[in-house]
């Protein structure tokens, strides 16, 4: 199986390559005593940026907890620079290169933009003051409002400063759980402008999503998640073109 072809089923191949800096082997993870992946599969090379689509229920949002740490994996493995993490929990993984922006939740609303920003470099040592004007460069609408609560921050803006954070500690690897949820279109565009200028300062990024089509244009390659298992995954122009794909998940 060549990296370029759309196949049925996991990423055995993809997976041996030399430049993947995260992987996920035959996951199995759930809630309760009920599974909600069955044997999940997925790589991340260096410096690119994959996505994550599929229904509601199909186990996106859950593959990148239990990739995080947040859920304990039944069967299965993850690996980070070749490395076996499984099972370690997110505080050691941070220090491993993984950064990860949940859906909700994801910054402290009574603290300042600042000292948001500052929490999300609680294990770096050296240069976090430049560190932190770096993260005002990259999001200039957070640079005048440094001193404001998160609270007071609009949606956007709240995902834009989540970013900024999970971003403090230079992640190898940034895991995104639906940037765009409750975004305008207009945000929307900005928020994804922001993902792509991450990806292109060298950021790998593994990008759950649920507006499929916007996820797909920007990524390099995409897996489709369907009832907890692979359904498809390959190039991402090639799962836009895809008839499936189109009639299932983009509205074609």
């Known amino acids: 199986m060549r990296s370029d072809e759309l196949v049925a089923g996991g990423s055995e191949e993809t997976a041996r390559d030399d430049d993947v800096v995260l992987e996920a082997r035959e996951v199995v993870a759930g809630y309760g005593e009920v599974d909600i992946l069955h044997g999940v599969s997925i790589a991340v090379h260096r410096g690119e940026m994959a996505a994550v689509i599929g229904p509601n229920g199909a186990g996106k949002s859950t593959l990148l907890k239990a990739v995080f740490g947040l859920l304990p994996l039944r069967d299965g493995s993850v690996f980070v620079g070749g490395a076996d993490v499984s099972g370690q929990p997110p505080d050691q993984l941070v220090r491993k290169g993984l950064g990860y922006v949940p859906q909700v939740e994801n910054v402290f609303p009574s603290l300042t933009i600042q ?24 999001f200039p609408d957070l640079a005048g409002r440094r001193g404001d609560n998160a609270g007071k921050l609009s949606g956007g803006q709240r995902q834009m400063l989540a970013l900024a954070r999970a971003l403090m500690l230079d992640p190898t690897v940034l895991l995104l759980d639906e940037p765009s949820a409750g975004l305008s279109p207009k945000m929307v565009h900005a928020i994804f402008e922001r993902i792509q200028a991450i990806n292109e300062s060298g950021t790998a990024i593994l990008l759950v999503e649920q507006n499929a089509r916007e996820a797909l244009s920007v990524c390099r390659r995409g897996y489709v998640l369907a009832m907890g298992t692979n359904r498809l995954e390959g190039e991402a122009k090639g799962l836009l073109e895809n008839e499936e794909v189109g009639r299932l998940y983009l509205g074609a």
């Open 115 to 138: 000292e948001n920003l500052e929490m999300g470099a609680f294990v770096r040592r050296n240069d976090v003051r430049e560190r932190l004007e770096a993260m005002y460069e990259l």
